[in-house]
């Protein structure tokens, strides 16, 4: 495939690295902040793509997706912090231009995560003895918080545990409230992300936990995402190509 990136920072470039060991062709990297090879996202620059893989800025994201489906091109978007949006941009993006599909995470170990953290959370529904919590580490350069991924876990840790109603992402004047989900965040160095759930009992403590040795899990993940697309239409989630791709 010919592949052209939209944000070429850390994750745009261990992309093209995958990209490159997969014998796909990158065509060229479209950077808003000039660290590519060019800064205008249009039509044009995706006319002769077979496909797009974007890890860049939440600013601007429902413009660039208006951009996506009129060029009707298979697109991979990994950015995050936008979930507000999504709504809105799933009404720009019908079933008839061309193929989209969203992750807060492509990588494999991180979905493993997502599907054990919603299955402890099931299976401490009827011990409230426990309560449950989720941490998460990112580099210092990390522009939100939490991270998708850790929101997405919680996500599945609400819909298990009928006690925890909300998430609680900033620390109160005052104890957390019972029903509130605890995410918290921390930003420091050059960590690649690590997310836990936690589990705590006056009795006991358990922990799941993914810790990323490197970008590149993220990065073959996105890379497949976009070699799942190919032939599709319409709107995926990440849910979709990781239930294909571990045969459930």
């Known amino acids: 495939m010919k592949v052209v990136l939209v944000g070429y920072g850390r994750m745009g470039r261990e992309i093209e690295t995958v990209l490159k060991t997969r014998k796909h062709e990158v065509l060229r990297r479209i950077d808003v902040l000039g660290n590519g090879d060019c800064k205008i996202l249009d039509t044009?620059?995706?006319?002769?793509?077979?496909?797009?893989?974007?890890?860049?800025l939440a600013d601007g994201i429902l413009e660039r997706i208006g951009v996506y489906a009129r060029a009707e091109k298979p697109v991979v978007i990994g950015t995050t912090g936008w979930d507000g949006f999504v709504a809105d941009a799933k009404r720009l993006y019908g079933n008839d231009k061309g193929a989209l599909l969203r992750g807060s995470n492509f990588s494999v170990g991180a979905h493993l995560f997502f599907r054990l953290?919603?299955?402890?959370?099931?299976?401490?529904?009827?011990?409230?003895?426990?309560?449950?919590?989720?941490?998460?580490?990112?580099h210092n350069k990390k522009a939100d918080y939490p991270s998708g991924t850790a929101l997405t876990a919680a996500e599945g840790?609400?819909?298990?545990i009928d006690r925890k109603t909300h998430i609680l992402k900033d620390l109160p004047d005052s104890p957390i409230p019972p029903e509130a989900l605890q995410v918290a965040s921390v930003r420091v160095g050059s960590v690649p992300g690590i997310h836990e759930i936690r589990m705590d009992?006056?009795?006991?403590?358990?922990?799941?936990?993914?810790?990323?040795r490197s970008r590149g899990g993220f990065a073959l993940g996105a890379v497949r995402?976009?070699?799942?697309?190919?032939?599709?239409?319409?709107?995926?989630?990440?849910t979709a190509f990781i239930d294909d791709l571990l045969g459930v």
């Open 201 to 212: 009992s006056p009795a006991d403590f358990l922990t799941i936990r993914h810790e990323a």
């Open 117 to 138: 953290s919603a299955a402890a959370a099931r299976l401490i529904n009827n011990t409230d003895e426990y309560d449950v919590a989720l941490v998460e580490h990112h």
């Open 157 to 160: 840790v609400l819909a298990g």
């Open 225 to 238: 995402g976009l070699e799942w697309l190919n032939g599709k239409k319409g709107w995926y989630e990440a």
């Open 44 to 56: 044009e620059a995706l006319a002769d793509t077979d496909g797009i893989i974007e890890f860049a």
